[in-house]
């Protein structure tokens, strides 16, 4: 691996979670929990979010610490409710960012991220022009739960290694993981 590589690689942080919410149905409001249990192939209990295992926005995260930075963005002097900007885990400790195209542990839980949580256009009708704007770039991960587990307040959120993954079918996951690393 080259200096480069070793260092994307490596994530020394360990996060905790902040906060825990779930969507029983399209368009309700978000109820806060201290603790969910994550399903395989399933996402979040009490989540409306479609299961099964090609859905690849089965828990969605953003970062604790973005909620300052949308807030002042949108002219708000108080960081914006994690239940208004309708993600599931928000997270703080840890940049988001480093998670990409890797496997990470939730309490109990271990999840892979599955790609960046754009902002949509309901945000911009729910919270007022430019929301859109303000989300991009800060709107967080999707993920899918690997292995199911209780996920509570202030647990703590850690990268696995690449080289943890032992299934034979994830050999393609983890060379994919470590070309993307690579910038291939």
């Known amino acids: 691996m080259s ?56 828990v969605t995260l953003i970062q604790w610490e973005h909620l ?5 963005l949108l002219g708000r002097d108080a960081p914006m409710p994690p239940s208004e900007l309708r993600r599931n885990i928000a997270v703080a400790g840890i940049n988001l960012f480093s998670l990409k195209g890797r496997r990470f542990r939730i309490g109990q839980a271990l999840l892979e991220t599955t790609g960046w949580c754009q902002p949509c256009a309901r945000l ?5 022009r430019g929301t859109f704007q303000a989300m991009r770039g800060h709107g967080g991960i999707t993920a899918r739960v690997i292995e199911g587990g209780i996920i509570r307040l202030e647990d703590a959120v850690s990268v696995e ?24």
């Open 161 to 184: 290694p690449l080289e943890t993954i032992s299934d034979p079918q994830d050999n393609d996951a983890r060379q994919g993981w470590r070309a993307r690393l690579a910038g291939r």
């Open 68 to 72: 300052a930075v949308v807030a002042a």
């Open 124 to 128: 911009e009708e729910r919270l007022g």
């Open 3 to 58: 200096p480069l590589q070793e260092l994307l690689a490596d994530v020394p942080q360990v996060g905790q979670v902040r906060w825990i919410g779930v969507r029983p149905k399209a368009r309700e409001a978000m109820l806060e929990v201290e603790a969910v249990e994550a399903r395989r192939e399933a996402g979040l209990t009490g989540d409306h979010s479609r299961p099964g295992p090609r859905n690849a926005r089965q």
